[in-house]
Structure formats: C-alpha cells, structure tokens
C-alpha cells in the first residue's frame, strides 16, 4: 500500500477557500489514480475528484465543479485540493485514495490505499 497523509483542513467560512495537500511516502510510479472523496456527517463516502497518474487527466463530481480543482506536485510527491467558494454542504471529512490498478475511477473500491482524512467544515 502506499502510505498518504491529508492536510489542510480547517473551519471556513461559506465563500472562502481551502487548499487540501496529501503527501505519499512512496514513490508514486505504481499509482494509477490519485482521488478526493469525502464523507459528511450521517452520510457515505462520495466521490469528489480525480486524477489520471500517467496523464494527468482530471475528473470531478457534478457537485464541485467549477470550484475544486486537483492538482499535483510530481517532484514533491504531493496531491492538492484547492477548494473554492465553499457552502455548508462541503462541510465534511476529506480523504485522499491511491489506486494502484484500473476500474472506474470515480468509484472507492478501485483505491487500495487511503488516508486518515482532514475535516472541513464550513461555516455560515
């Protein structure tokens, strides 16, 4: 498995913006896709973004679209989520996957390994 661990998460007010990092302790050239999903309060984990290892291609929920960006950092081994005019439906705990193999990338069984999550909350 490929260790990862989020950071970033805090309390925010609605409009505001957060940034996610999710470092990888091991080199990422097993890794297929890398993905946000998040998990609020009294409900599943629910897919928010992804990106393709090898070519960077980016996919995301209809829900974050035009706010959420994905990004990475190669050299530094580092996965982002840079998250724009929040609501309170965003409120939630974020967590960072690795895939290793190939399926449906939007999917949370495709990814092997996960962190322990950043909680963000937003705030009225």
């Known amino acids: 498995q490929v260790q990862l661990a989020e950071s970033g998460g805090e309390l925010v007010q609605a409009g505001g913006s957060l940034r996610l990092s999710c470092a990888t302790s091991k080199r990422t050239f097993s890794i297929t896709y890398m993905g946000w999903f998040r998990q609020a309060p009294g409900k599943g984990r629910e897919f928010v973004a992804t990106m393709s290892w090898s070519d960077a291609v980016t996919t995301y929920a209809d829900s974050v679209k035009g706010r959420f960006t994905i990004s990475r950092d190669i050299a530094k081994n580092t996965v982002f989520l840079q998250m724009n005019n929040l609501t309170t439906e965003d409120t939630a705990v974020y967590y960072c996957?690795?895939?290793?193999?190939?399926?449906?990338?939007?999917?949370?069984?495709?990814?092997?390994?996960w962190g322990q999550g950043t909680r963000v909350t937003v705030g009225s």
């Open positions: 996957a690795a895939a290793r193999g190939y399926g449906s990338r939007t999917r949370a069984t495709t990814y092997d390994s």
